[in-house]
């Protein structure tokens, strides 16, 4: 007699066809009230289809094939497998969640045949297989400014294949690297309208939800030392452009009416629907003198997911003195790095903050000139950075960001001293808030920030932060110095648009 265990919840409220087992204990309590176990009785004879493992027997519809019946072998072996009533469940359930794992989200199990072995339970499983799952086609809602035609391309999923769960785990991944979506549960898993018997043709949709498109950031710093004094900046920050993840960013900041900095950034990411990243930036800043610079970065995922990438990034500053007799400097910095980005999914991202971890190491070398050409450069220094950025959600509406970077340089032309060039600058809108762009130099160092965000409303959070350095200074000679510990506080107020 053949006793069903395991049922299927609809499609509409579990998604992806997981099944509901019942104790196998309770059954076999019934099972022993009615008499349908003779106690003691080994197990019957059967045809060479029941393949005898341990105190449970499979017994197979149809012809499983050759790596599931291996796994399902494996798994009804094992030593906690044993069909005593505690260990039976637990085995069922791992049975059952390999057969989904696989394709065959509408298996089914059932006991038949119980007997007691002493104080074990033995029973052989009936397994229906069932249509195996094929992936026919990606949905996408939530989605009102991104071009899913695009977003479909770029993770590139292929479709005509069984549903897996590594095919899951493949394209939550390559969804996940994309920056101006986030998302918020588990697919979906809908049956398609072209089916047969002995497959199904299923559509995965994804709920998805988009970053804010418009946030406009106001800061306001103080510096620990002689050399900074309190900072106002104001920058606005456009995601999503043109229906692809494009942004650009302004930022403005002034420490006093001697020193100002102007700055603006285009960057886009998947750029030709690739896990390729790009971006450009322009930076203009007086602090005594004239700044100018021009940076173009890429960056490139090693695999679709993102999560390894390789980074590089080119750097041209030219300085010109205002009133001083001393002739403009120009640099050249040329920088190849390698990182690690782990993200996770928020449920409620409502700072666009998503949880994440990076680990960068990057290695630059830098070229000073005395004139435009790029031949004979006075100074090359090479320089080691490592950077560490993490960001945690807390209770509430909080997000924790702590921030670690160290660097240092190694004098590569010149006997005993590091050259005017060589520095690792700080100060501006990424480290030492609280003083003016490139205000701090350092032969070495290292420098460490700690910021609380949370939400206030639904288009408004506040930013407090705290950050400090170890710096190795340079003398007058381009000589390694004294030791300095700069410092500094402050807080950010962001406007966020409420349109998603």
Same mark, same amino acid.
């Given at each position: ?13 579990c998604g992806s066809g997981f099944h509901r087992i019942i104790s196998p204990t309770r059954w076999f309590v019934l099972a ?9 009785q080994t197990v019957q004879a059967h045809d060479q289809s029941v393949a005898p493992i341990g105190n449970i027997k499979l ?11 291996? +796994? ?34 509408? #298996? ?70 994309? +920056? ?88 886009? #990411? ?127 509406n909080s997000v924790l960001s702590l921030h670690l970077s160290a660097a240092g340089y190694h004098w590569l032309v010149g ?30 160092? #290292?420098?460490? #920030? ?51």
């Amino acid at each position: 007699m053949n006793i069903r265990i395991a049922e299927e919840h609809s499609a509409a409220s579990c998604g992806s066809g997981f099944h509901r087992i019942i104790s196998p204990t309770r059954w076999f309590v019934l099972a022993l009230m009615l008499g349908l176990i003779p106690v003691p009785q080994t197990v019957q004879a059967h045809d060479q289809s029941v393949a005898p493992i341990g105190n449970i027997k499979l017994e197979w519809i149809g012809s499983p094939p050759e790596d599931i019946a291996r +796994s399902a072998q494996v798994i009804v072996s094992q030593l906690d497998g044993l069909a005593t009533p505690e260990r039976f469940s637990g085995t069922m359930s791992r049975l059952l969640e390999t057969l989904i794992a696989t394709g065959y989200r509408r #298996a089914r199990i059932a006991p038949r045949d119980f007997s007691l072995h002493g104080e074990s339970l033995g029973c052989i499983l009936h397994i229906a297989l069932g249509p195996r799952a094929y992936v026919s086609a990606q949905e996408f809602t939530g989605l009102v400014r991104t071009d899913t035609t695009w977003l479909r391309k770029l993770t590139a999923m292929p479709l005509g294949v069984p549903l897996t769960a590594a095919w899951i785990n493949e394209a939550r991944g390559r969804l996940q690297s994309v +920056s101006c979506i986030r998302l918020t549960q588990t697919p979906e898993i809908i049956p398609a309208p072209a089916s047969d018997t002995d497959s199904e043709s299923v559509v995965v949709r994804w709920r998805l939800t988009e970053s804010r498109p418009v946030r406009v950031d106001g800061l306001i710093a103080a510096g620990g030392e002689s050399a900074g004094g309190f900072s106002g900046r104001t920058s606005v920050q456009m995601a999503g452009l043109l229906r692809r993840d494009r942004s650009i960013y302004v930022n403005y900041q002034r420490l006093n009416p001697s020193s100002t900095q102007l700055s603006a950034r285009f960057a886009e #990411a998947a750029a030709f629907s690739s896990p390729m990243d790009w971006g450009i930036s322009l930076d203009e800043s007086h602090q005594n003198d004239h700044r100018q610079a021009i940076a173009l970065d890429l960056r490139y995922g090693i695999g679709r997911t993102a999560r390894w990438g390789i980074e590089g990034e080119g750097r041209w500053r030219k300085v010109t003195p205002g009133a001083s007799a001393v002739a403009p400097s120009r640099t050249l910095e040329l920088s190849l790095g390698i990182s690690h980005h782990t993200r996770h999914i928020n449920d409620d991202d409502a700072l666009d903050i998503p949880s994440h971890q990076s680990l960068i190491v990057t290695f630059s070398r830098r070229r000073e000139f005395a004139s435009a050409t790029l031949l004979n450069p006075e100074t090359t220094a090479r320089r080691m950075l490592l950077k560490w950025d993490m960001n945690q959600k807390l209770a509430g509406n909080s997000v924790l960001s702590l921030h670690l970077s160290a660097a240092g340089y190694h004098w590569l032309v010149g006997a005993d001293r590091l050259g005017p060039g060589d520095e690792w600058y700080l100060g501006g809108a990424d480290r030492l808030r609280g003083y003016s762009d490139r205000a701090i130099a350092a032969a070495s160092g #290292a420098w460490a #920030a700690l910021d609380i965000n949370c939400r206030l409303g639904a288009s408004a959070a506040v930013s407090v932060f705290t950050e400090g350095a170890m710096l190795r200074d340079l003398n007058a000679d381009g000589e390694k110095s004294r030791s300095r510990t700069p410092y500094g506080y402050g807080c950010t107020l962001w406007l966020i648009s409420a349109d998603r």
